[in-house]
């Protein structure tokens, strides 16, 4: 049962962790983009049904991380080059997505896909409890974990890695010493659509290899929030990508389980001889806490929850916050 569980929590984190690394280089170039949920819903669409049409799921990947790469340029071409506002092309590229997504995917709902296969090491995968959890998992599994350790060594063991982090904290004076901000930050874009098709793809082809309008279900979203959790520093997306994936999972099993009838006989029979106003208070408020609606909503509950919790230490967020994040450049003519 707990390996069960862990497997799980290990694959609902794994979308999360490829949309969040790639949107946090692309903040800690200086550029924030809000339009992670509309890449990562276009590279679902066109892995699905690259999927299909191809026959191989490894095919369809590919072309969910290029259909999420060819999204991310029309948000590079109207902030960088337009110098439009990012929050606003943000969304509007997140509201694209969707519509475009639900257009191309008519056709392939309710069509059976192709799921990505898990390894199966001879030898390994076979191993009591760790074996299915570390050697048999599917190849964008390892993928995810291994782009944390790369883009935390890109970042802060390389020159490229120098570069990008002066221009997300002063795209004047990097400019001045001759760097090239805009194509630096179109190279950081377009990485961060990679990573956020990935992450699209891996939810029509892996988690579940079916194709349904909306089915990133707002996990853009919670994986921007991701990168504010983990203070633009790359290892604590894992962290809480995990934690988030576990809150998904926690409500999934608790709605399985009929908690809500479970948690009401149990009341009832604690308060029973209680006064009937206090036991119908009572049970009403947990029958709210326990509704599947409520259930649902858990993870961006805790998101936000999260979130009000980090922006308190403003110490933290003050060192780790790129200082131009979110400010245009326009450089000398």
Not at 67 to 81: D, K, M, R
Not at 113 to 124: E, F, S, T, V, Y
Not at 135 to 144: I, K, S, T
Not at 169 to 188: E, I, N, Q
């Amino acid at each position: 049962m707990l390996e069960a569980i862990i497997l799980t929590v290990i694959t609902a984190a794994t979308p999360l962790i490829l949309a969040a690394i790639g949107e946090l280089v692309v903040e800690r170039s200086g550029v924030l983009n809000l339009g992670v949920e509309g890449m990562m819903v276009m590279g679902a669409v066109a892995g699905f049904g690259v999927t299909v049409m191809s026959g191989s799921p490894f095919v369809g990947v590919i072309g969910g991380m290029l259909a999420g790469a060819a999204t991310s340029l029309i948000f590079a071409f109207a902030t960088q080059t337009l110098v439009a506002n990012q929050v606003a092309s943000g969304l509007a590229l997140t509201l694209l997505g969707l519509g475009v997504s639900g257009l191309l995917g008519e056709s392939f709902v309710g069509q059976p896909g192709i799921k990505l296969p898990q390894l199966d090491i001879a030898g390994l995968t076979d191993l009591p409890f760790v074996g299915r959890i570390v050697f048999g998992q599917d190849l964008l599994v390892y993928l995810a974990f291994a782009l944390v350790a790369g883009v935390t060594y890109v970042l802060y063991r390389t020159r490229t890695g120098l570069i990008l982090r002066a221009i997300g904290d002063s795209h004047t004076s990097a400019h001045a010493l001759g760097y090239r901000v805009v194509s630096v930050r179109y190279l950081a874009i377009l990485f961060g659509g990679a990573c956020a098709g990935l992450g699209g793809a891996y939810l029509s082809v892996a988690y579940t290899p079916l194709w349904a309008e909306n089915m990133t279900a707002g996990r853009g979203w919670i994986a921007l929030a991701l990168v504010v959790f983990a203070s633009w520093i790359p290892y604590r997306i894992i962290i809480g990508a995990l934690l988030f994936g576990g809150v998904t999972v926690l409500q999934l099993h608790a709605q399985a389980i009929g908690i809500a009838g479970r948690v009401g006989n149990y009341l009832r029979g604690i308060l029973e001889g209680a006064p009937e106003a206090l036991s119908s208070f009572v049970i009403s408020i947990a029958a709210f806490f326990t509704a599947s609606q409520f259930l649902s909503a858990l993870p961006y509950l805790t998101t936000v929850l999260v979130l009000v919790l980090i922006s308190r230490n403003r110490a933290l967020l003050r060192v780790n916050t790129p200082a131009c994040l979110g400010q245009p450049f326009v450089p000398d003519r």
